[in-house]
Protein backbone atom coordinates (compact mmCIF):
# COMPACT_ATOMS: atom_id res chain seq x y z
CA UNK A 1 0.00 0.00 0.00
CA UNK A 2 1.22 3.38 -0.88
CA UNK A 3 0.82 6.08 1.46
CA UNK A 4 -1.46 7.67 0.22
CA UNK A 5 -3.94 4.03 0.03
CA UNK A 6 -2.64 3.98 3.95
CA UNK A 7 -3.91 7.25 4.41
CA UNK A 8 -7.39 6.55 2.92
CA UNK A 9 -7.74 3.50 4.69
CA UNK A 10 -7.83 5.65 8.07
CA UNK A 11 -10.28 7.90 6.69
CA UNK A 12 -12.35 4.95 5.84
CA UNK A 13 -11.93 3.58 9.63
CA UNK A 14 -13.06 6.94 10.92
CA UNK A 15 -15.88 6.95 8.43
CA UNK A 16 -17.23 3.34 10.07
CA UNK A 17 -16.55 4.61 13.42
CA UNK A 18 -18.63 7.89 12.63
CA UNK A 19 -21.44 5.42 11.00
CA UNK A 20 -21.80 2.97 14.20
CA UNK A 21 -21.62 6.58 16.79
CA UNK A 22 -24.39 8.21 14.63
CA UNK A 23 -22.30 11.12 14.60
CA UNK A 24 -23.15 13.46 11.99
CA UNK A 25 -20.53 16.00 13.10
CA UNK A 26 -17.34 13.05 13.04
CA UNK A 27 -19.03 12.12 9.39
CA UNK A 28 -19.17 15.80 8.20
CA UNK A 29 -15.22 16.02 9.13
CA UNK A 30 -14.49 13.54 6.50
CA UNK A 31 -15.90 15.04 3.58
CA UNK A 32 -14.50 17.67 1.16
CA UNK A 33 -17.49 21.06 0.88
CA UNK A 34 -18.64 20.14 -2.37
CA UNK A 35 -18.64 16.50 -1.19
CA UNK A 36 -21.97 14.40 -2.50
CA UNK A 37 -23.31 11.77 -0.58
CA UNK A 38 -25.69 9.18 -3.38
CA UNK A 39 -27.81 6.61 -1.28
CA UNK A 40 -29.83 3.98 -3.04
CA UNK A 41 -33.72 5.38 -3.54
CA UNK A 42 -32.65 9.00 -2.64
CA UNK A 43 -31.53 12.01 -4.98
CA UNK A 44 -27.76 13.06 -4.21
CA UNK A 45 -27.03 14.87 -1.36
CA UNK A 46 -24.46 17.80 -2.83
CA UNK A 47 -22.45 20.16 -0.93
CA UNK A 48 -21.98 19.85 2.91
CA UNK A 49 -25.63 21.67 3.77
CA UNK A 50 -26.96 18.86 1.85
CA UNK A 51 -24.81 15.93 3.38
CA UNK A 52 -25.33 17.23 6.60
CA UNK A 53 -29.03 16.84 6.37
CA UNK A 54 -28.84 13.17 4.68
CA UNK A 55 -26.70 11.78 7.41
CA UNK A 56 -28.74 13.78 10.03
CA UNK A 57 -31.89 11.70 8.53
CA UNK A 58 -29.90 8.24 8.58
CA UNK A 59 -29.12 8.65 12.14
CA UNK A 60 -32.72 9.73 13.22
CA UNK A 61 -34.20 6.49 11.11
CA UNK A 62 -31.79 4.36 12.13
CA UNK A 63 -28.77 3.02 13.74
CA UNK A 64 -25.95 1.30 12.45
CA UNK A 65 -23.30 -0.94 14.03
CA UNK A 66 -21.17 -1.62 10.53
CA UNK A 67 -17.64 -2.95 9.72
CA UNK A 68 -16.20 -2.22 6.48
CA UNK A 69 -13.46 -4.20 4.56
CA UNK A 70 -11.48 -2.94 1.97
CA UNK A 71 -11.54 -4.82 -1.24
CA UNK A 72 -9.01 -2.48 -3.10
CA UNK A 73 -7.76 0.91 -3.07
CA UNK A 74 -6.21 2.51 -6.68
CA UNK A 75 -4.51 5.63 -6.98
CA UNK A 76 -5.61 7.59 -9.72
CA UNK A 77 -3.16 10.72 -9.16
CA UNK A 78 -1.44 12.24 -6.22
CA UNK A 79 -5.05 13.93 -5.30
CA UNK A 80 -7.04 11.57 -6.19
CA UNK A 81 -7.64 7.69 -4.79
CA UNK A 82 -10.97 5.31 -5.06
CA UNK A 83 -11.78 2.78 -2.74
CA UNK A 84 -14.32 -0.42 -3.23
CA UNK A 85 -15.19 -1.73 -0.07
CA UNK A 86 -18.10 -4.01 1.66
CA UNK A 87 -19.78 -3.86 4.60
CA UNK A 88 -21.71 -6.00 6.91
CA UNK A 89 -23.77 -5.76 10.58
CA UNK A 90 -26.88 -5.14 11.77
CA UNK A 91 -29.16 -1.88 11.28
CA UNK A 92 -31.31 -0.74 14.11
CA UNK A 93 -34.98 0.81 12.95
CA UNK A 94 -36.04 3.43 15.89
CA UNK A 95 -39.71 3.36 14.34
CA UNK A 96 -39.80 -0.34 14.72
CA UNK A 97 -37.35 -1.43 17.26
CA UNK A 98 -36.51 -4.04 14.45
CA UNK A 99 -32.82 -5.18 13.80
CA UNK A 100 -31.69 -6.21 10.49
CA UNK A 101 -28.77 -7.68 9.00
CA UNK A 102 -26.81 -5.03 6.74
CA UNK A 103 -24.48 -5.36 3.91
CA UNK A 104 -23.28 -3.23 1.16
CA UNK A 105 -21.17 -2.73 -1.50
CA UNK A 106 -19.65 0.92 -1.85
CA UNK A 107 -17.37 2.86 -3.78
CA UNK A 108 -15.67 6.08 -1.89
CA UNK A 109 -13.76 8.91 -4.32
CA UNK A 110 -11.25 11.02 -2.25
CA UNK A 111 -9.73 14.15 -2.77
CA UNK A 112 -6.69 15.79 -1.24
CA UNK A 113 -6.97 18.52 0.18
CA UNK A 114 -5.03 22.01 -0.07
CA UNK A 115 -3.32 21.09 3.47
CA UNK A 116 -2.81 17.31 2.60
CA UNK A 117 -5.86 15.88 4.13
CA UNK A 118 -7.65 13.21 2.28
CA UNK A 119 -11.25 13.63 2.32
CA UNK A 120 -14.74 11.95 0.67
CA UNK A 121 -15.91 13.45 -2.22
CA UNK A 122 -18.17 10.89 -3.94
CA UNK A 123 -19.97 8.23 -1.74
CA UNK A 124 -22.15 5.84 -2.95
CA UNK A 125 -23.35 2.47 -1.73
CA UNK A 126 -25.96 -0.19 -2.45
CA UNK A 127 -27.60 -3.42 -0.69
CA UNK A 128 -25.83 -6.73 -1.29
CA UNK A 129 -28.60 -8.31 0.65
CA UNK A 130 -31.61 -9.41 -1.32
CA UNK A 131 -34.58 -7.78 -0.80
CA UNK A 132 -37.09 -8.82 1.58
CA UNK A 133 -34.46 -10.91 3.98
Not at 28 to 35: E, V, W
Not at 62 to 90: C, D, H, P, Q, Y
Amino acid sequence: MTANEKAVAAVLQKYQDALNASDTEAVMTLYTDDGVFMPPYSQSAIGAVAVRKAYDAVFKAITLSVKFNVAETVEMSSEWVFARTNSAGTTTDHATGSKNAEGNQELFIFKKTSNGAWKIARYSFSSTNPPGR
